[in-house]
C-alpha cells in the first residue's frame, strides 16, 4: 500500500491518532468533533424533555394541587398543609396505608419464594419444561379487566372454590375470606401472587441458568449434599435477579389498581383500600383533588425513600465497577 | 445450571415425583382462571344460570364468541369489538416500537458515550417508572389539548411512548453494558460514526433484549385501561374500555358467556406473544437485562 | 370565572378546528349507559335526533356507576375537547355550572314552557342560580320494596306500613325458612336501605337537615342511632352469600322466590318484566314503609358544553329539544323503568307500579316531600355522601355499634367539610 496513488491509507490505527490532517481538515474535522461530541446529548434530549415534562413538571403540578383547595378542578391557590392533614384524619387513607405494607411484604414474600421455587424445579431438566413456562408466565399477559371476574366467582363462597369442595362432600369446608373485612386482602394478595410468579420466575430462571456448573461440582465434589448447595452457593449468587425480581414487583404492587378495582372494587367496606384506589375515587369520585394530590405525594415519596438509595448505589457500583 | 445427580435411585424417584407432582399441581392452581373464563364463554346463557361457573360445559356453543366480536353493543354503537381491537392494534404497534427504538438508542447513549452525569441522566429517567399514573391524567390532557391531539389514537401513542421510555431505556441499558466497550471504541477508530455503530453493531447484538422489551411493552399498553379511557373518545378507544363496557353492564340479564368471550378476545394477542415469544423472553433475561 | 376555566376555554379557542368534534350535523355525547335496557331507550331518543338532521356519536363509558364517565369528562375538558353533551348525575352539572362551562338553557326553557312542566323539587339539579344548565330525561325512585307474591301470600303477609312492621314480617320468613331479603356487600345498595330507613322513620325535613345540611346535631342525635338500630335488624334478615353479589342478581332472587324481598330502585322492575312477570300478578312494589309518604327521586339530566362552532350549537339545541319531548319521555322511560321527568305525560300506557310512581309524586310534590336521594348524588355532595357510603358499608359487614357508627360518620363529616 505504500507509494501508491490516491487517497494515502493509513498502516495502522495509532497513524491517525497521532497524525492530524490539514487545516481545512482540523477545521472540518473539529466541527465534526463537536458534533459528535454533543450527538450523545442531542440524541438524549427528546426522551428527557419528555420525562421532564411526563414525569418531574407533572410531580410538581401534583405537589402544587396538593398545597391547594382544589375539589372537582384545578385550582392554584395556597392552603399550606390542610389537604395533609385531612388525609391523615381520613380512616380509608390509615387502612389504604396499612393494606400497602401488609399487601405488599406478602406479595413479595410468597411471589419470590414461590417464583424461586418453581425456578429450581424448572431447572432439573424436567420434561415439557416449555409447555410448563408458558403456563406459569400466561397471567402475567392478561389485564385485570380480564381475569377479575374469574377471581370473583372463584373466591365468592357461594360460586367457587368452597362451593365446589363443599359439593365434593366436605361440608365443612369454608373459604369466604373475601366476604370477611379482615381477610378480603388476602385474597388480593393470592390473585397479584397468580399474575406475577410467572415473571419473578423468568427471572430467577434466567439467574439460575447463568450460574456456571463448575462451581456446582466443585461444591459437589467437596461432599455438599444438594439442599446446602442451594441455600449457601446458589442462591447468594442470584443477588442481582432479587434485586431485580424486588424492585419490580414492588413496582407492580405500587400500581396494582386494575387489580383491586376488579377483584373486590376496595370492599367489602373499605377493607381493601389501597392507596392507589384511594387517590382515584378522591379525585374523581369525591372530588376531593387536593386530598387526592396529597395521596398521591405520599405515594410518590414512599417510592422515592425506597427507589433512590436502590438506584444510588446500583449506579455508584456502576461507575467504579464497570 | 442443571446438575447431575448420584444419589440412590429411590430417592431420585422420590425427587423426581415430588418435582412433578408440585410443578402439575401449582399448574392447576395458574390454568384456573383461564379454565373458568374459556369454560363459561363456551356455554350458553341458560346453561349458567341454571348452573355453576366452573363446571364442563354440557353443550359447546360458539355464539358468545361470535357475539362478543361482532355484534355486541358498547354503549349504542353495536359492532362488537372489531373496531376497538383495530384501534388498538394500531396504537400498540407504533407505540410498542417507537418506545422500544428509543430506549435502544438511549442505552446506547449512556452506556457506550459516556459524559458527566450519564448515571445522573440514567436515574432521573428511570424515576418515571414509579410515577402512579392517576397522578398525571389531567396534566397530561391539557398538555395533549394543547398539543391538538386530544382524543385521537396519536395521542395515546405519544402517551404510551413517554412513560415507555423509562423501562425500555432500563432495559438495553442494562444489556448493552454487558457488551464490551472495545468493540465499539475499535469501531469508531475505524471511522464508523455514531449511528452507524448503532446500527451495525449494537442492534444485531441486541436481539435478545428488544424481544424482552417488545414483550413487556406490548403487555403494558395493549393491557392498558387508565390511558385509553381518559385520552380517546368514542371510535378512537382501545379494546380495553370496550371491553369494560361490556363487562360492566349493570342492568338486565348479565351476559357472562359474552363477558368470558370478550375478555379472551382482548386477551389473545398478549397470550399469543408470551406463548409463542415466552423462550425467547428467558433467552432474553438471561442474556443480561437481569444483571444488577 | 375562575382562572382555571378561562385557560381551559382559551386552550379550547386556540385548537385548530379540526380537532373539536367538528360536527357536520354530529352530536357527541358521554354516558354511561352500557346495558340492553338503558341502550334501548338511549335509542329512542337518538332516532329521534336523527330525525331533526343531526346524527349521534356516541362515547359511552360504562362501571363504577359512572365514576369511568365522569374521570373520562374531565380528562376531556382538561383537554379542552369537551363533548356535545353529557349525561349528569346528582351534583355533577352543578359543578361544572359553577366553572361556567355549560352553555345556558334560558332561552329554550322560556321558549318551550319547560320550567312548568318539571317537578319543583328537581330544580336545584337543572338550575343555577337562574341559569338553567341541563334537561332532566327520567325520574326513578330509589326506595321500592319489590316482593315475590307468592311467597307473601304463602305466608300471609301484606304490604307493611311501617319498619317495624316490615322487621317483623322479615324475622316470620326467617323462621319459615325463606331469605326475607336479598341484598349485597355493595356500600351503595346498603346505603339505599339506610336513607330509606332514615327518611321514612323521621320524615323529609329531618332528612333534608341531617344529610343536606349536614347538621351535626341532627347527624348526631337519636334518630340516627335508632336508623342503624334498624339496619342492623336488617342486617340479621339476609342470606350468608350476600358478598360482591350484583343488585340485577338480587333481583333474580326475588323474582325466582329464592328471596322474598328487595329494596332497590324502580331500575328493577326491568327484571320482573324481562321474565315475563306481572305487577300485582307475580311480584309486588310498593315504596319502603314511612308514616308520611315521602317521594326520594333520583334524575339523569343532559347537559351542553360551550362550544364555539355554530354547527354543534345548533346540534346541542336540537338535542335539548329531543329530550324534552314528551312523546320521546314517554317512550324512553317504557323502556327503562323510570317514569318521565315531565310531569305533564299522560299515564295510560304505563304500568301500575309506574302510575303508583306518578300519583305518589303528585302527592308529594304538593305536600313537599319530595327530596333527592343520596345514594345516587341528589343530596349531599359527593365529598360528604362518601362519608356516608365509608360509614354505612363497615357498619353492615362488622359488629360495628350504632354509637360507633354515628361517631365515625360525624367524624368524617367534620374532616370533609
Redesign the interface.
Known amino acids: 500500500m505504500d507509494g501508491l496513488p490516491g487517497p494515502r491509507v493509513p498502516a495502522d490505527r495509532t497513524e491517525i491518532l497521532a497524525n492530524g490532517h490539514g487545516d481545512q481538515m482540523r477545521k472540518h474535522r473539529s466541527f465534526k468533533a463537536l458534533l459528535t461530541a454533543q450527538l450523545p446529548k442531542l440524541v438524549l434530549s427528546p426522551s428527557l424533555i419528555a420525562v421532564f415534562v411526563g414525569v418531574y413538571l407533572f410531580i410538581c403540578w401534583t405537589a402544587a394541587i396538593s398545597f391547594s383547595s382544589s375539589?372537582?378542578?384545578?385550582?392554584?391557590d395556597f392552603v399550606g398543609l390542610e389537604q395533609y392533614v385531612?388525609l391523615w384524619?381520613?380512616?380509608?387513607w390509615i387502612t389504604a396505608v396499612e393494606n400497602l405494607f401488609v399487601f405488599t411484604m406478602l406479595f413479595l414474600a410468597i411471589t419470590i419464594a414461590l417464583g424461586l421455587f418453581i425456578a429450581i424445579l424448572l431447572d432439573q431438566r424436567v420434561r415439557a419444561e416449555g409447555v410448563l413456562r408458558a403456563i406459569y408466565l400466561y397471567p402475567m399477559a392478561l389485564s385485570f379487566i380480564v381475569t377479575g371476574t374469574a377471581w370473583?366467582w372463584i373466591l365468592?363462597?357461594?360460586l367457587g372454590v368452597q362451593k365446589v369442595v363443599n359439593d365434593l362432600g366436605w361440608q365443612g369446608f369454608v373459604f369466604?375470606w373475601?366476604?370477611r373485612?379482615e381477610f378480603a386482602i388476602y385474597c388480593v394478595v393470592i390473585a397479584a401472587v397468580w399474575q406475577s410468579t410467572g415473571f419473578a420466575m423468568a427471572i430467577f430462571l434466567a439467574g439460575l441458568r447463568g450460574i456456571d456448573n463448575s462451581i456446582i461440582k466443585a461444591a459437589q465434589i467437596e461432599g455438599a449434599g444438594m439442599a446446602r448447595i442451594y441455600l449457601s452457593i446458589i442462591v447468594p449468587m442470584l443477588r442481582p435477579a432479587f434485586l431485580s425480581v424486588i424492585v419490580l414487583l414492588s413496582y407492580i404492587s405500587i400500581k396494582s389498581f386494575d387489580l383491586v378495582?376488579a377483584l373486590?372494587?376496595a370492599?367489602?367496606?373499605?377493607?381493601t383500600e389501597m392507596p392507589s384506589t384511594f387517590m382515584?375515587?378522591a379525585t374523581?369520585?369525591?372530588?376531593?383533588m387536593g386530598v387526592g394530590a396529597a395521596s398521591a405525594m405520599m405515594m410518590l415519596m414512599t417510592v422515592a425513600a425506597i427507589i433512590i438509595p436502590y438506584l444510588y448505589s446500583e449506579l455508584k457500583e456502576d461507575r467504579d465497577g464497570h | 445450571m442443571a446438575t447431575d445427580r448420584q444419589p440412590g435411585r429411590r430417592s431420585h424417584m422420590i425427587g423426581r415425583v415430588f418435582i412433578y407432582g408440585s410443578l402439575l399441581g401449582l399448574a392447576a392452581f395458574y390454568l384456573m382462571p383461564l379454565w373458568v373464563m374459556v369454560a363459561t364463554s363456551l356455554k350458553s346463557l341458560d346453561e349458567i344460570y341454571a348452573g355453576s361457573f366452573i363446571g364442563v360445559p354440557e353443550k359447546v356453543t360458539f355464539e358468545a364468541w361470535v357475539k362478543a366480536w361482532g355484534t355486541a353493543?358498547?354503549?349504542?354503537?353495536c359492532d362488537g369489538l372489531k373496531p376497538y381491537f383495530v384501534n388498538s392494534l394500531v396504537m400498540v404497534i407504533p407505540a410498542v416500537v417507537l418506545s422500544s427504538g428509543i430506549g435502544a438508542i438511549n442505552g446506547y447513549v449512556l452506556t457506550k458515550w459516556r459524559f458527566k452525569g450519564a448515571n445522573v441522566v440514567f436515574g432521573l429517567l428511570l424515576f418515571g417508572c414509579f410515577l402512579p399514573f392517576q397522578a398525571v391524567?389531567?396534566?397530561?390532557?391539557?398538555i395533549?389539548?394543547?398539543l391538538?391531539?386530544?382524543?385521537?389514537i396519536p395521542g395515546l401513542v405519544l402517551v404510551h411512548t413517554v412513560y415507555g421510555i423509562a423501562f425500555t431505556t432500563l432495559f438495553f441499558r442494562n444489556y448493552f453494558v454487558t457488551i464490551p466497550d472495545e468493540l465499539t471504541k475499535a469501531a469508531q477508530i475505524d471511522g464508523a460514526g455514531f449511528f452507524r455503530i448503532f446500527f451495525s453493531i449494537m442492534l444485531p447484538a441486541a436481539l435478545p433484549i428488544i424481544v424482552v422489551s417488545c414483550i413487556w411493552q406490548f403487555t403494558q399498553i395493549w393491557n392498558d385501561f387508565l390511558f385509553g379511557?381518559?385520552?380517546t373518545?368514542?371510535?378512537s378507544s382501545p379494546v380495553t374500555?370496550a371491553l369494560?363496557?361490556?363487562v360492566?353492564?349493570?342492568?338486565?340479564?348479565?351476559q357472562y358467556n359474552v363477558d368470558m368471550a370478550s375478555a379472551m378476545i382482548a386477551a389473545i394477542p398478549t397470550l399469543v406473544v408470551y406463548v409463542v415469544a415466552g423462550r425467547y423472553f428467558v433467552r432474553g433475561l438471561t442474556a443480561g437485562a437481569v444483571k444488577g | 370565572m375562575?382562572?382555571?376555566?378561562k385557560i381551559l376555554m382559551a386552550?379550547?379557542m386556540i385548537?385548530?378546528l379540526?380537532?373539536i368534534a367538528h360536527a357536520e350535523g354530529k352530536v357527541?355525547g358521554?354516558?354511561h349507559?352500557?346495558?340492553?335496557?338503558?341502550?334501548g331507550a338511549?335509542?329512542v331518543l337518538?332516532g329521534s335526533l336523527s330525525t331533526k338532521g343531526f346524527t349521534?356519536?356516541?362515547?359511552?363509558?360504562?362501571?363504577?356507576?359512572g365514576?369511568?364517565a365522569?374521570?373520562?369528562l374531565?380528562?376531556?375538558?382538561?383537554?379542552?375537547?369537551p363533548?356535545a353533551t353529557m349525561q349528569f348525575l346528582g351534583?355533577e352539572g352543578i359543578?361544572w355550572a359553577g366553572?361556567g362551562v355549560l352553555r345556558p338553557l334560558n332561552d329554550l326553557y322560556a321558549a318551550n314552557g319547560w320550567e312548568a312542566a318539571i317537578a319543583p323539587a328537581i330544580l336545584p339539579f337543572v338550575k343555577a342560580g337562574d341559569t338553567y344548565f341541563s334537561v332532566p330525561i327520567n325520574m326513578h325512585r330509589q326506595n321500592w320494596v319489590w316482593v315475590n307474591k307468592a311467597i307473601f301470600d304463602q305466608h300471609g303477609i301484606t304490604e307493611p306500613k311501617s319498619w317495624d312492621e316490615l322487621i317483623a314480617a322479615g324475622k316470620k320468613l326467617k323462621e319459615a325458612g325463606v331469605t326475607p331479603i336479598a341484598l349485597s356487600?355493595?356500600?351503595w345498595q346498603i346505603l339505599e336501605v339506610f336513607e330509606a330507613i332514615l327518611t321514612d322513620q323521621n320524615g323529609t325535613d329531618f332528612y333534608k337537615k341531617a344529610v343536606i345540611d349536614l347538621d351535626e346535631a341532627a347527624l348526631s342525635g337519636p334518630e340516627m342511632i335508632k336508623a342503624f338500630d334498624t339496619l342492623r335488624d336488617v342486617r340479621g334478615l339476609i342470606d350468608?352469600?350476600?358478598?360482591?353479589r350484583?343488585?340485577?342478581?338480587a333481583t333474580g332472587m326475588v323474582a325466582s322466590g329464592e328471596a322474598a324481598m328487595q329494596i332497590m330502585g324502580d331500575?328493577a322492575k326491568?327484571?320482573f318484566l324481562?321474565k315475563g312477570m306481572k305487577p300485582g300478578v307475580d311480584f309486588l312494589c310498593f315504596p319502603t314503609p314511612a308514616a308520611t309518604p315521602n317521594y326520594k327521586f333520583v334524575i339523569d339530566a343532559f347537559g351542553t358544553f360551550v362550544n364555539e362552532d355554530a354547527e354543534i350549537n345548533a346540534g346541542q339545541d336540537a338535542w335539548v329539544a329531543t329530550v324534552m319531548d314528551p312523546e320521546n319521555q314517554k317512550n324512553f322511560n317504557l323502556i327503562k323503568g323510570s317514569i318521565p321527568a315531565r310531569t305533564d305525560v299522560s299515564v295510560d300506557d304505563f304500568d301500575d307500579c309506574a302510575k303508583r310512581s306518578f300519583a305518589d309524586r303528585e302527592a308529594a310534590v304538593a305536600a313537599g316531600t319530595m327530596v333527592g336521594g343520596l345514594t345516587e348524588g341528589f343530596a349531599a355532595?359527593?365529598?360528604y355522601?362518601?362519608v356516608f357510603f365509608?360509614v354505612v358499608?363497615?357498619f353492615?359487614?362488622?359488629d360495628m355499634s350504632s354509637q360507633d357508627a354515628v361517631q365515625?360518620l360525624v367524624?368524617?363529616i367534620n374532616?370533609?367539610r
Open positions: 375539589k372537582m378542578v384545578p385550582k392554584f385531612r384524619s381520613t380512616p380509608r370473583k365468592n363462597p357461594s369466604d373475601i366476604t373485612p378495582l373486590t372494587n370492599g367489602p367496606g373499605s377493607a382515584f375515587s374523581f369520585r369525591r372530588n376531593q | 353493543c358498547i354503549g349504542t354503537k391524567l389531567l396534566p397530561m390532557a391539557q395533549l389539548g394543547w391538538g391531539l386530544a382524543g385521537t379511557v381518559s385520552f373518545a368514542g371510535d374500555v369494560n363496557n361490556i360492566n353492564v349493570t342492568m338486565g340479564r348479565k | 375562575a382562572k382555571i376555566t386552550a379550547a385548537l385548530p379540526a380537532n357527541e358521554i354516558h349507559w352500557v346495558s340492553e335496557s338503558e341502550v338511549l335509542k337518538t349521534w356519536e356516541d362515547s359511552a363509558v360504562g362501571g363504577l356507576s365514576a369511568n365522569t374521570q373520562a374531565r380528562t376531556r375538558l382538561a383537554a379542552g375537547n363533548p351534583y359543578e366553572e356487600d355493595e356500600s350468608d352469600g350476600f358478598t360482591g350484583d343488585w340485577a342478581v331500575w326491568g327484571e324481562a355532595q359527593p365529598q355522601a362518601g365509608d358499608g363497615q353492615f359487614v362488622t365515625m367524624d368524617g374532616n370533609a
